[in-house]
């Protein structure tokens, strides 16, 4: 598996990271003034961070939920009274139906959507940044910097590199940084190795920094003098400094490096159980704290019970597999939003269910009245002109035109959907119709 970490994210994710980016490294500096120099720590902080600037997002979802929950009583009546009708008018009257029960509570079928859909990329965003904390921490990145610059201009490293990758099972590709040497970009091959070191575990590091590694396993990568400048690098002080600080920012419990596996060993294995705890309890927080809709012997919520037993077992698998870093994140995370849901029960058990919904309702009408959309026909009186209208002949339609045309008020008014007058949705529909009598003619 080819990682590349240093380069900081572009694209989309791009600004979510850069801000996260100088959160983490304004997170970093604040603790070194304490003496305190450890990345686990900073992760812990950082999501905490994190999660309280998300925490109006995740408050929003919660109503949500509840509005659903209320809801959705009345729109599974709808799906069950049209259950197996397949035909025109039913699905026009049933999706009439729908969107005047989503309209008498002021909600959207996609408004649940937005909240995960704005996090989606925060939390990509995020994972990124853990992954490549020296790109974005500008100390731990002058600890790796001391040992590229020391080494990058040795003749026959990079080969000697690309195998020691391979026999040490460091899960990063050194063509890029090969390539980029070649071609003498000095910056971009400085910060393609930084990537590679990023990666090294604690027993890498002993490797790496072991004489007889060159001299012995990978001897025929250098001349002599080479050879010298190499055993010079790894008994530099300087290097030596930095590599014991790198160590040191990335230690978590015991001798384990964030880097490192947890595995099935001790103290290892606390991690995967910590991370698969903390998700279960905060699944079952999350269910106790939003009210149930539907039976438990339904389809749905069977699925989602089991989602929720097993999802917490899959991560502490994953976990186990996965840098310990992850699994700080994970843990971290978990526990954060268990309070965090603690906090929004309460909150939101201080709110009026009614008075959330004649809220949303208020809400949703002020949109439609910014387009133009004046409320007062109900969804289900446009379902049934609607469906009527497939039934009668096309005699009888003519009539209901002319003896409407006769009626019209001064808002103009079409089919299922009323408009302010002048708004632009009204002046655009009134142009459309006096187009087709011109076409007509």
């Known amino acids: 598996m080819d990682i590349t970490v240093l380069t900081q994210v572009s694209g989309i994710l791009g600004p979510f990271a850069w801000v996260m980016g100088i959160i983490l490294n304004g997170i970093y500096e604040f ?16 999501t905490f961070v994190i999660k309280m600037l998300m925490l109006p997002l995740t408050i929003k979802q919660q109503k949500g939920s509840r509005l659903s929950a209320k809801m959705n009583p009345e729109i599974q009546k709808v799906q069950a009274k049209y259950k197996g009708k397949k035909d025109q008018a039913s699905m026009q009257k049933q999706q009439a139906e729908m969107q005047e029960i989503y309209s008498k509570y002021g909600a959207s079928p996609f408004s649940g959507c937005l909240p995960l859909l704005i996090s989606l990329p925060i939390m990509f965003a995020l994972y990124r940044v853990i992954y490549a904390v020296p790109a974005y921490v500008n100390d731990v990145r002058s600890l790796y ?59 890498n590091w002993d490797v790496f920094m072991s004489k007889d590694t060159w001299n012995v396993e990978y001897l025929k990568f250098f001349t002599s003098d080479n ?85 917490p077992v899959v991560s ?24 965090q849901q603690l906090f929004i029960n309460k909150y939101l058990d201080k709110i009026d269910i009614d008075d959330m919904i004649a809220k949303s309702v208020a809400k949703s009408n002020k949109k439609k009245e910014k387009y133009g959309v004046v409320t007062g026909n109900t969804m289900a009186n446009v379902a049934k ?50 187009s087709d009598k011109g076409d007509k003619k």
């Open 385 to 434: 002109k609607t469906t009527k209208a497939i039934d009668v002949s096309t005699k009888a339609t003519s009539d209901t035109k002319t003896s409407n045309k006769a009626k019209e008020p001064t808002n103009y008014k079409k089919s299922n959907v009323s408009y302010a007058a002048g708004s632009i949705a009204a002046n655009a529909n009134i142009l459309k119709r006096d």
């Open 145 to 203: 910097d001391v040992i590229a610059q020391g080494v990058i201009n040795i003749q026959g490293f990079p080969e000697a590199l690309a195998q020691f990758l391979t026999d040490h099972s460091v899960a990063v590709n050194a063509s890029a940084f090969s390539e980029a040497l070649t071609l003498g970009k000095m910056d971009v091959a400085t910060n393609k190795l930084i990537d590679i070191f990023a990666q090294f575990k604690t027993a």
């Open 227 to 311: 050879l010298t400048a190499m055993q010079n690098f790894v008994s530099s002080i300087n290097v030596k400094d930095a590599v014991d600080q790198i160590i040191h920012v990335n230690k978590f419990i015991g001798n384990l490096n964030i880097l490192d596996v947890p595995g099935f060993g001790f103290p290892g294995i606390l991690i995967p159980l910590a991370a698969a705890g903390s998700q279960f309890a905060q699944s079952k927080l999350m269910m106790t704290a939003t009210p149930q809709s539907t039976s438990d012997d339904t389809p749905g919520a069977q699925s989602l019970k089991t989602m929720n037993t097993v999802m």
């Open 31 to 46: 603790l070194s003034i304490f003496n305190i120099t450890n990345i686990a720590l900073c992760i812990v902080i950082f």
């Open 316 to 339: 502490g698998i994953f976990c186990t597999f996965l840098p310990i870093g992850v699994g700080i994140y994970w843990i971290a995370s978990s526990v954060v939003q268990i309070l």
